[in-house]
């Protein structure tokens, strides 16, 4: 198990673990985090979760830069891995262009809409889309409502469709899966 993240400008986040790489969401560090996940070999599970900002072009990157889903998929390459993109930015749904024979794109809302935050606990810190699929995949807080007596893995598909059932806001997640990849890609504790 390895992670990237690309967070801000830079600098590690308070009181959290420091994952294996950790560069900026600038342009340069985003295109080597996705060349990276491109190298992953088959018979591997790549997954992205994005939640920075969004428009119709694209992911909002550090600064003023938009990557789009066209240089997305560039800098990824052909894959011999099984990819699960999920993006929890506005317009997320621009990117379900890069849905394919091994990759699945799950999205917070649809190309032309906004994605919001948990408008009561946990907060406005935390995407709505993404703090539901996080429940569905690690289980929630006490008061938060569980997705069943069964805590353990669970498919991509699965958690997808508990997210956008619990999910509050006005916005309509997206999956996108060709190929019926998130039927057997299974995600969580065990």
């Known amino acids: ?31 080597d985090a996705l060349s990276w996940l491109g190298e992953i070999g088959e018979g591997d599970l790549g997954l992205l979760v994005a939640s ?3 428009d119709r072009s694209g992911l909002c990157l550090w600064g003023p830069d938009i990557l789009s889903p066209e240089e997305f998929g560039a800098s990824i390459g052909e894959t011999k891995a099984t990819l ?24 917070a809302c649809s190309e032309d809409e906004r994605s919001w935050a948990c408008s009561y606990p946990p907060g406005p810190a935390y995407n709505e889309f993404l703090y539901q ?14 997705r069943g007596p069964s805590q353990g893995p669970i498919t991509l598909e699965d958690a997808f469709q508990w997210a956008r059932l619990m ?13 019926g990849l998130a039927k057997g890609i299974v995600i969580g504790r065990g």
Request: aromatic share 8%.
């Open 1 to 31: 198990f390895e992670c990237w993240l690309c967070l801000g400008e830079g600098r590690a986040p308070l009181g959290g673990a420091t994952p294996s790489r950790f560069t900026s969401a600038r342009r340069a560090d985003v295109m």
């Open 167 to 179: 999910d509050r806001q006005k916005e309509s997640p997206r999956l996108f899966d060709p190929a």
């Open 52 to 54: 920075n900002h969004g």
């Open 133 to 146: 699929l996080g429940t569905a995949f690690f289980g929630a807080p006490d008061d938060a409502p569980q």
């Open 84 to 107: 699960a993109l999920v993006m929890g930015q506005c317009n997320g749904g621009v990117f379900g262009t890069l849905a394919g024979p091994r990759t699945v794109v799950l999205s």
